[in-house]
C-alpha cells in the first residue's frame, strides 16, 4: 500500500477528527528523550484538553500524535494555558499519513504465561565502543598483524574503529551501508549524474578525507567495514593505490576484514549484557520490549543498531539484528521500546517465521 499524506486545516472538522482518532486511544508526545503517553481529556468550543504526565511546561507549539490499523494522525497544538500537568491547547492543523502497519503482531505475555519471550545477550554499538576502548592491546596487536599481513601489497592503509573517531567520513557512511567502497580508477573514470555511487564517493567520502583529496596521486581505493554479526559495523579496513585495483584487491581487504572480527570473538573482546527484557508484542518486522529501569535506556539509543537474542519457548534463541524506532514513556513507569528487525540468518528466519505461525 503506497503511502498518502492528508493535511487538513479546516477547523469546522476538528471536532469530529478528535471524536474518530483520539477517543480511546493513545496518543503520544514525541521528546528528545523518547515518546510521553498523553491523556486526551476532550476537544470544546475550538480547543482541545490533553494531561500530560508529570510535565508542568511544554513549547509554545507540540505535535502530538496517535495510530490506527492503517494511519498514523499528527496534530500541530499551540498551548494557551495549563493547570498542573493539564494543559489547554489551540489545534492548528491534522496530518494524517495512510501506510499499511509493518507486519501483524502477535501480544504476548498471557496471564497463563505460555506466550512470554525475552531478549537478552544484548550488543549495542555503545558496548562495542567501550569494549574496544577496554581492550586497547589486543586491537593494537589486530592492527599490527593487519598492516604487516599488507605490507608492501598496497600504498597507503587505515584501520579505524568506532570508538576512536566520532566525525570519520567512512565510519559514518558505514553506520547507514554495510556495503564496501570500491573505486578502481579515478583518473580514467569520467563522472555523470546517472554515476550515483561514484558521485557519491567523490563528493561526501573523498572530498571530505582532507588528507586524501589533498594527495592527488591516489586513484583507486577498497574500504571494507568491519561488522559485528552481520549487523553493527564498528571498524573498517581502507586502502589506496596510486595504480588502479581489482575485483581481487576488493577479495584481498573483505577476507581481512572477516578475520578481524572473527579474532575478535574467538578473544571474547565484545561481552554482552546478561540482563534479559520482557517481549510485549512480536511481528516478521519488529519487536517491543519493556522494563523500568531508567539506567539500561543506554543500550537502546533512538536509531542505533543492537544485536539479541531473542528465547522463543520451545526454541533454540535465534540471533536478532535489530534498529531502535522508538522510546515511549508510560505514566506506571514502564518503559516500551519499539525495535525493527534488520537481520536474521535463513535458519533463524525460519524457526520465526514458524513461531509467529503458531500464535496466530
Same mark, same amino acid.
Given at each position: ?11 469546522? @472538522? ?13 496518543? =503520544?508526545?514525541? +521528546? ?19 494531561? #500530560?504526565?508529570? $510535565? ?15 494511519? #498514523? ?13 493539564? *494543559?489547554? *491547547? ?6 494524517? #499519513? ?11 505475555? +498471557?496471564?497463563? !504465561? ?33 598492516? @604487516?599481513?599488507? %605490507? ?6 587505515? #584501520? ?21 567502497? =570500491? ?52 571498524? =573498517? ?25 572473527? *579474532? ?5 573482546? *565484545?561481552?554482552?549484557? @546478561? ?26 539509543? @533512538? ?18 539484528? $535489530? ?8 505514566? !506506571? ?17 525460519? %524457526? ?9
Amino acid at each position: 500500500m503506497a503511502e498518502t499524506i492528508k493535511t487538513i486545516s479546516d477547523a469546522s @472538522q476538528f471536532q469530529e477528527l478528535f471524536k474518530q482518532y483520539f477517543t480511546g486511544t493513545e496518543v =503520544y508526545l514525541k +521528546t528528545k528523550s523518547g515518546d510521553l503517553i498523553l491523556q486526551f481529556l476532550g476537544y470544546h468550543d475550538g480547543n482541545v484538553a490533553f494531561r #500530560i504526565p508529570r $510535565v508542568k511546561n511544554v513549547p509554545d507549539t507540540i505535535v502530538v500524535y496517535t495510530r490506527d490499523k492503517v494511519s #498514523i494522525i499528527y496534530v500541530s497544538l499551540k498551548v494557551l494555558e495549563n493547570n498542573e500537568d493539564t *494543559f489547554i *491547547f489551540t489545534p492548528l492543523k491534522f496530518q494524517i #499519513i495512510t501506510e499499511q502497519r509493518k507486519g501483524e503482531r502477535v501480544e504476548l505475555g +498471557t496471564s497463563e !504465561n505460555k506466550n512470554i519471550v525475552y531478549i537478552g545477550n544484548i550488543i549495542s554499538e555503545g558496548i562495542l565502543k567501550t569494549s574496544l576502548d577496554g581492550n586497547e592491546k589486543k586491537v593494537n596487536l589486530i592492527r599490527d598483524m593487519i598492516t @604487516q599481513d599488507l %605490507k608492501g601489497k598496497f600504498e597507503r592503509l587505515k #584501520i579505524v574503529f568506532s570508538n576512536e573517531t566520532t566525525i570519520d567520513v567512512r565510519m559514518k557512511h558505514f553506520m547507514k551501508h554495510s556495503t564496501p567502497l =570500491y573505486v578502481q580508477d579515478m583518473s580514467t573514470r569520467i563522472p555523470s549524474k546517472e554515476d550515483v555511487e561514484f558521485n557519491f564517493y567523490i563528493n561526501e567520502i573523498h572530498a571530505r578525507d582532507f588528507k586524501l583529496s589533498g594527495q592527488s596521486e591516489f586513484i583507486s581505493e577498497v574500504s571494507v567495514p568491519i561488522i559485528y554479526k552481520n549487523s553493527i559495523p564498528y571498524g =573498517y579496513i581502507e586502502v589506496n593505490n596510486t595504480k588502479p585495483m581489482t575485483d581481487g584487491h576488493l577479495a584481498v581487504i573483505k577476507k581481512i576484514s572477516l578475520m578481524v572480527n572473527e *579474532f575478535f570473538l574467538k578473544e571474547k573482546i *565484545f561481552v554482552p549484557i @546478561q540482563d534479559k527484557f520482557l517481549v510485549a508484542n512480536i511481528s516478521d518486522k519488529g519487536l517491543a520490549i519493556v522494563f523500568k529501569d531508567r539506567r539500561q535506556l543506554r543500550y537502546f539509543i @533512538q536509531n542505533s543498531y543492537v544485536v539479541s537474542d531473542i528465547m522463543l519457548p520451545d526454541v533454540d534463541n535465534i540471533t536478532l539484528g $535489530v534498529t531502535v524506532n522508538n522510546t515511549v514513556f508510560n505514566e !506506571n513507569g514502564i518503559i516500551k521500546i519499539g525495535l525493527e528487525i534488520v537481520n536474521i540468518d535463513e535458519i533463524g528466519k525460519v %524457526k520465526f517465521e514458524k513461531y509467529l505461525q503458531r500464535m496466530k
